[in-house]
């Protein structure tokens, strides 16, 4: 086996020439170009160990000493690393026969001045330095320090790899940029470090750092090393820890084998990582820490996404399968990320370049998927995806078991008497254009679209009593990133749009049943009237609400490296619209008329500057500031921000983190007569009220040493600035109405989150827990005093154990976390009663098996969910239904899936 292949395979790929632009080396010789030293790449394979210590027979007359070595190297398994032209300046005549290779540089040593090394099998050769005579003793000079870069990128499809890890033995490392640059200085000429990403093999190479121009190096994913060296290997990791103590990576590649709903959801496997949770219902989303999801800055390629949801929250908008990257920050990020106050979650979209185009489809019980990636040229790429679901033609027991588990009953009542008819309709799409000029620039345009048609029919009491719920919900955004790395600075300019549209109308009352043959007019105005045409809808109470939202966030920022100093700066801003209209009715009985309108926009300018710094070996320090202009209220928001790292020990991580955060847009609690809470958008005013301004602290400590990981992280968050909309009851004339008052009010969030994962040959381990405790307090509410979070989760586990063999995964997984709270309905806001829900447990398993040929592959599998068939009440809702003599309350509860098996089918061609 040739060597040079042999190394692409066990360690992915290093390339580099002099300049700016890379070539691969060919044969088993290093040759550079003048002034400059060797790079010297670390060639291990078990293979080659035998030749270690070869016999050399050689002899030249008045020949170049490298050609000399290249001769040698080319008749004799051995290699060696030189400066081709110092070398090829030599001339030198030898003769020798079965000596070894040590003796032969021995007896070129005694001709020429030499100096030797064996380095990993690789024989290192230098011209000595001439000595000059000094009259006077001359100080010692301080040592040269070499700088080493490069750009690490996939193997398979050129793209840059964000957040490597590059780790050097006895020193802290660093981690690549957005293009997957990485740079640093070291007074060593040879460096010897690794890098690893997840869903790679990790590359362990020693490099040449004198005088070295950039390198080229190339991670390969597993699967394509399983299909390269034919043997099973396989990335058993689900999740990676960045070298920025904030953020930790998934692995998005992997997510087909975790027991979930749909193979391809992505926001539901976030909530491996502690202290991150998905709320579903239709006001649901991504909570990290007890905060809300409005306070959360999510961005798919630059855009901001909105709304995450789609299936009344039990499946999310992202696509897993086009989704390339991700990392999440739960809280303590830097002075480069703002305008939310919980937590970052950064997705990157995959592109296609590849040297052939590649497309994938799938399906299973709710909807198709279809994924493609053409390369049009070397420089340019488009990959999209579109995923639609068929439930609306094909109304499966999934379908049926997923949006009937939800049962109504009377207040005073524990009997169900409702019967569910649902109908929805989902889709969303992808679509990314990618233009690589070089590798040391990159310019991408992206697109991202959904909508959703949702109802639920209710009939009660056999059809005496119904409640009708419809929304509708329409998102779109766009983004253009351009990054461009000219030696060590690196400049970015990004510009990302979305817009959200949701509609929603909540209608229920009393029917009589109709005597004549021909339907007659009816005051219903719900999607289910041509369902149910034999029935009139006598008496009603409507409920109507629109939400519109739009941002607009646009920023450059720049970043240089310089000895133990990284500078980045940047300046932007945010721009936001928004508009809600609520408004209720009813014929009869005694519910009051509700309404509530509110528009609002505002432009907020931002500016950061930070550095980090490495005094010490061991030490690593941050410390940096962003400044918000905010238009409406004129003033400037400062917001500092830093961090510590100690490292004790090479496998050994102690870190502290803090800053000042605020938030201008977000999303604020409607509490309603009955005690249900959902959340509106809302921009603060002139006087600042709704600014939301919290302080994070974050300390925490991390070993991983082999297979182990241990990550442990306590933290505090206090929020200031938070408003309540709290409704009230009041009369005008004989009607009444409903007043909502702006309340302010605060948050604290405290918790201990710890993650703890165990990779084996065929089996990885992965532990997530949460020990946290969230609560609120609001003026004229509960006296002032603290209540607890509706997010308040105290107490949430998962165990999740993935077994691979081959082309098999097998995984299963336990959740538990303790109910939530809510308020109780009727109870007034001078002494609320709360209540918790009931604990949720559910176990699943999964079996996946992929089939992999020359051109194509087949990965299918089947989940089974809940199965010890455990009743999980997750949402809880109490609803007025509308007679002609009166209204009753009906107490709606939502519960997780009972015992169900889903399937899924996907076929990949390359």
């Not at 809302?682 to 925490?700: D, I, M, Q």
Request: glycine share 8%; aromatic share 12%.
């Amino acid at each position: 086996m040739d060597t040079n292949t042999d190394h692409t395979n066990r360690l992915g790929e290093a390339r580099r020439e002099p300049g700016n632009q890379p070539r691969p080396a060919t044969g088993k010789m290093y040759r550079f170009g003048a002034k400059h030293l060797l790079l010297i790449v670390l060639l291990w394979a078990p293979g080659l160990l035998p030749a270690q210590n070869p016999v050399v027979s050689y002899s030249a007359t008045n020949k170049k000493l490298s050609e000399i070595l290249e001769e040698i190297s080319r008749e004799h398994p051995v290699k060696f690393a030189f400066d081709a032209q110092a070398f090829a300046a030599i001339r030198t005549t030898i003769s020798v026969r079965q000596v070894s290779v040590r003796e032969l540089l021995e007896q070129l040593k005694k001709q020429h001045p030499l100096e030797f090394r064996l380095m990993a099998g690789t024989w290192i050769l230098q011209l000595k330095k001439q000595e000059t005579v000094a009259s006077l003793p001359q100080p010692t000079p301080p040592p040269v320090k070499n700088s080493l870069s490069g750009f690490v990128s996939d193997a398979a499809t050129g793209e840059p790899l964000k957040y490597c890890n590059i780790v050097f033995p006895n020193q802290h490392g660093t981690s690549t940029n957005d293009l997957g640059y990485f740079y640093l200085e070291t007074p060593a000429d040879s460096v010897r470090f690794y890098i690893s990403h997840l869903g790679y093999q990790r590359l362990d190479t020693t490099v040449s750092s004198k005088n070295a121009p950039p390198l080229l190096l190339k991670l390969k994913p597993f699967v394509i090393l399983m299909e390269e060296i034919k043997v099973p290997m396989q990335e058993k990791n689900l999740l990676e820890l960045s070298e920025h103590p904030d953020k930790t990576g998934f692995n998005p590649a992997k997510s087909a084998a975790i027991p979930r709903l749909s193979e391809n959801d992505l926001v539901n496997l976030l909530t491996l990582i502690p202290g991150v949770s998905f709320l579903g219902g239709q006001t649901g989303g991504l909570s990290i820490r007890g905060g809300n999801p409005s306070e959360n800055l999510i961005l798919l390629d630059g855009i901001p996404v909105l709304e995450t949801g789609h299936l009344f929250g039990n499946l999310s908008v992202l696509n897993a399968d086009f989704i390339r990257q991700v990392f999440v920050s739960r809280g303590g990020f830097d002075a480069s990320q703002g305008e939310r106050i919980s937590g970052t979650v950064e997705l990157n979209g995959k592109t296609g370049f590849r040297d052939h185009a590649q497309m994938n489809v799938s399906a299973n019980l709710l909807h198709g998927n279809a994924l493609a990636s053409v390369p049009v040229s070397e420089k340019f790429s488009v990959t999209g995806a579109w995923r639609r679901s068929y439930i609306d033609q094909w109304q499966n027991y999934l379908f049926r078991k997923l949006l009937t588990d939800t049962h109504l009953t009377e207040a005073s009542s524990t009997q169900t008497t409702a019967d569910v008819f649902p109908t929805v309709k989902y889709q969303d799409m992808n679509l990314k254009l990618s233009y690589h000029p070089g590798q040391n620039q990159e310019l991408n345009i992206s697109f991202f679209g959904g909508n959703d048609e949702q109802t639920l029919d209710y009939q009660l009491n056999n059809n005496q009593y119904y409640r009708n719920e419809a929304v509708t919900g329409d998102h779109i955004g766009f983004s253009g990133n351009w990054s461009l790395q000219s030696g060590r600075w690196y400049h970015a300019l990004t510009t990302g749009y979305s817009e959200l549209h949701q509609n929603a109308q909540f209608q229920s009352g009393e029917q009589v049943e109709e005597s004549s043959p021909k339907p007659k007019p009816n005051p219903g105005k719900g999607k289910a009237i041509g369902r149910y045409k034999k029935y009139i809808r006598t008496q009603y109470e409507l409920d109507n609400g629109s939400n519109r939202i739009e941002e607009l966030r646009a920023g450059w920022k720049t970043e240089f490296k310089k000895g133990i100093f990284s500078h980045q700066a940047g300046v932007g801003f945010t721009a936001n619209t928004f508009g809600y209209h609520f408004y209720a009715e009813r014929t009869a009985g005694n519910l009051p008329v509700d309404s509530l309108n509110n528009a609002a926009n505002n432009w907020v300018w931002h500016a950061f500057a930070q550095q980090t710094l490495e005094p010490f070996p061991n030490w690593k320090l941050r410390y940096g500031v962003r400044a918000n202009l905010d238009r409406l209220t004129n003033r400037i928001y400062w917001q500092p921000r830093g961090g510590i790292e100690f490292f004790p020990l090479q496998t050994v991580k102690l870190y502290y983190l803090t800053g000042l955060y605020n938030q201008f847009l977000s999303k604020i609690p409607k509490i309603d007569i009955n005690g249900n809470t959902e959340l509106v958008w809302y921009l603060p005013n002139r006087e600042g009220s709704g600014l939301l301004k919290a302080t994070h602290h974050v300390g925490g400590f991390r070993i991983e040493k082999g297979g182990f990981l241990l990550n442990t992280e306590l933290y505090h968050k206090y929020t200031s600035g938070k408003q309540y909309l709290l409704a009230g009851i009041y009369k005008k004339g004989n009607v009444s109405r409903i007043q909502y008052s702006s309340l302010p009010g605060e948050e604290l969030n405290l918790g201990m989150d710890v993650f703890l994962q165990l990779r084996q040959k065929h089996w990885n381990h992965v532990a997530a827990y949460s020990l946290a405790r969230s609560q609120e307090k609001m003026e004229e509410f509960n006296q002032g005093e603290w209540f607890p979070s509706f997010n308040d989760h105290r107490h949430q586990l998962r165990l999740t154990e993935v077994f691979t063999y081959r082309g098999w995964t097998a995984a299963a997984s336990w959740t538990y976390r303790s109910g939530q709270p809510r308020l109780v309905s009727g109870s007034s806001s001078e002494a609320p009663a709360f209540e918790r829900l009931s604990d949720f447990s559910q176990i699943d398993l999964s079996v996946l098996r992929k089939f992999r040929f020359s051109h194509w592959a087949v990965n299918g599998g089947v989940t089974l969910l809940n199965l010890t068939n455990r009743l999980n009440v997750v949402e809880v809702d109490y609803l007025n239904i509308a007679t002609d003599l009166n209204t009753f309350s009906v107490r709606s509860n939502v519960s997780a899936l009972s015992f169900t098996p889903v399937f899924f089918l996907s076929v990949q061609v390359f």
